[in-house]
């Protein structure tokens, strides 16, 4: 079993061994690809401290459809080529058969338990909620873009109408209200599922448990313990890939074309 895998299944373990018991601040910790926390966390405000959001990605329900992307563009009032959400779409090739095989990757902000785009703001305005989830105030925030660059999954940008951080917050706006985040409503193929890991009973607690030795997170390495699990993700997609999307020409406003990364997102 391979480093990145020892360090997910040792983070999950300690997440469902006992999810309404032990507070996921103490997985920071656990894991044994992380020493110690990212420079120094702020203390958490807002949200609800009995919960403990995530979301898991089953892309074998995947069909990369876009309407994740499109809805959370809609939802949130993005500016024209920038995302909170994308979902890239490669060919990805058998070494010893030579056949090629379709891969989906969705890939939105991890909402991590240790998150390295909190503790470089200067004026705090990006924050973590107690329920884990890692927002921005725009009011306070000078668009200094220290987030963006510290963000190692690339899922923060500078939103040109506001000339502030932007980037997914799983639509806590919508939580709050209890309805689903407009990316996980819009999910053809239910490949999405969100809900609080603290609670035995959601089905994001009860997939964890049945899946656990097939889940992986992006980057383990960073040491951020993200909070979003991919289900049958290939394992040449836990770093960056060399690659480029297969089907997808997006363009931003000045008509450069945006690859994997999508630069401005």
């Given at each position: 079993m391979d480093f990145a895998r020892r360090a997910i299944l040792g983070q999950i373990a300690k997440?469902?061994?006992?999810?309404?018991?032990?507070?996921l601040a103490?997985?920071?910790?656990?894991?044994?690809?992380?020493?110690?926390p990212i420079n120094s966390q702020p203390a958490r405000r807002e949200g609800d401290a009995s919960k403990r959001y995530g979301m898991l990605i089953d892309l074998r329900q995947c069909i990369g459809c876009q309407a994740c992307t499109v809805s959370c563009h809609i939802e949130n009032e993005a500016p024209l080529g920038n995302f909170r959400t994308i979902v890239s779409q490669y060919e990805v090739?058998?070494?010893?058969?030579?056949?090629?095989?379709?891969?989906?990757?969705?890939?939105?902000?991890?909402?991590?338990?240790?998150?390295?785009?909190?503790p470089v703001c200067p004026v705090q305005a990006t924050f973590q909620r107690?329920?884990?989830?890692?927002?921005?105030?725009?009011?306070?925030?000078?668009?200094?873009?220290?987030?963006?660059?510290?963000?190692?999954?690339?899922?923060?940008?500078?939103n040109k109408k506001t000339q502030t951080a932007d980037k997914c917050t799983f639509c806590?706006?919508?939580?709050?209200?209890?309805?689903?985040?407009?990316?996980?409503?819009?999910?053809?193929?239910?490949?999405?599922?969100?809900?609080?890991?603290?609670?035995?009973?959601?089905?994001?607690?009860?997939?964890?448990?049945?899946?656990?030795?097939?889940?992986?997170?992006?980057?383990?390495e960073?040491?951020?313990?993200?909070?979003?699990?991919?289900?049958?993700?290939?394992e040449r997609f836990l770093s960056r890939p060399q690659a480029e999307p297969a089907l997808w020409d997006v363009r931003d406003m000045d008509g450069k074309e945006i690859g994997y990364e999508f630069l401005d997102h």
């Amino acid at each position: 079993m391979d480093f990145a895998r020892r360090a997910i299944l040792g983070q999950i373990a300690k997440l469902t061994a006992g999810a309404a018991l032990v507070p996921l601040a103490s997985i920071t910790m656990s894991s044994s690809a992380v020493a110690s926390p990212i420079n120094s966390q702020p203390a958490r405000r807002e949200g609800d401290a009995s919960k403990r959001y995530g979301m898991l990605i089953d892309l074998r329900q995947c069909i990369g459809c876009q309407a994740c992307t499109v809805s959370c563009h809609i939802e949130n009032e993005a500016p024209l080529g920038n995302f909170r959400t994308i979902v890239s779409q490669y060919e990805v090739s058998n070494e010893s058969t030579g056949d090629f095989a379709t891969m989906m990757l969705p890939r939105l902000c991890n909402q991590c338990e240790n998150p390295p785009c909190v503790p470089v703001c200067p004026v705090q305005a990006t924050f973590q909620r107690k329920d884990g989830i890692v927002v921005v105030d725009n009011e306070a925030c000078v668009g200094c873009a220290y987030c963006v660059q510290a963000c190692p999954y690339d899922a923060r940008f500078i939103n040109k109408k506001t000339q502030t951080a932007d980037k997914c917050t799983f639509c806590a706006h919508r939580l709050e209200a209890n309805l689903l985040p407009a990316c996980v409503e819009s999910c053809v193929g239910g490949a999405r599922i969100i809900g609080d890991m603290r609670a035995p009973s959601s089905q994001i607690s009860k997939m964890i448990a049945q899946h656990r030795s097939e889940l992986m997170v992006l980057k383990p390495e960073q040491g951020t313990l993200p909070q979003v699990y991919y289900l049958g993700m290939d394992e040449r997609f836990l770093s960056r890939p060399q690659a480029e999307p297969a089907l997808w020409d997006v363009r931003d406003m000045d008509g450069k074309e945006i690859g994997y990364e999508f630069l401005d997102h």
